[in-house]
């Protein structure tokens, strides 16, 4: 079974730097994209950046030009530099992957998601 092992989460002062880390683990045949999304508390989970194949890159629009996402192909991991933090960056970020995988024969491919981790920003 695949898993996702989230660290790096915890309590930042506004304007400081955190960086997130995501690995992934178990039957992997193949990523094809890693990325972040996050919740803040009573809103809905939302895109924070997603690395494809080649390191292709999207960022939401909240985070774009203070979060870089990058990814390590050769660990299954992908990071989150999160720099220039606010109070409302404060929430839980979750990793997520699209992951392949080969059973009975076949490639599959499915969406995994890691348990969350707190980011909170103190003004």
């Known amino acids: 079974q695949v898993q996702l092992v989230e660290s790096g989460g915890g309590l930042v002062q506004a304007g400081g730097s955190l960086r997130l880390s995501c690995a992934a683990s178990g039957s992997i045949f193949s990523i094809n994209a890693m990325g972040w999304y996050r919740q803040p508390p009573g809103k809905q989970r939302e895109l924070v950046a997603t690395s494809s194949s080649g390191n292709s890159t999207n960022y939401g629009d909240s985070v774009k030009g203070r979060f870089t996402i990058s990814r390590d192909g050769a660990k299954n991991t992908v990071y989150l530099q999160m720099n220039s933090l606010k109070p409302e960056d404060t929430a839980v970020y979750y990793c997520?992957?699209?992951?392949?995988?080969?059973?009975?024969?076949?490639?599959?491919?499915?969406?995994?998601w890691g348990q969350g981790t707190q980011v909170t920003v103190s003004s």
């Open positions: 997520n992957a699209r992951i392949t995988t080969l059973t009975m024969s076949r490639l599959w491919v499915n969406d995994y």
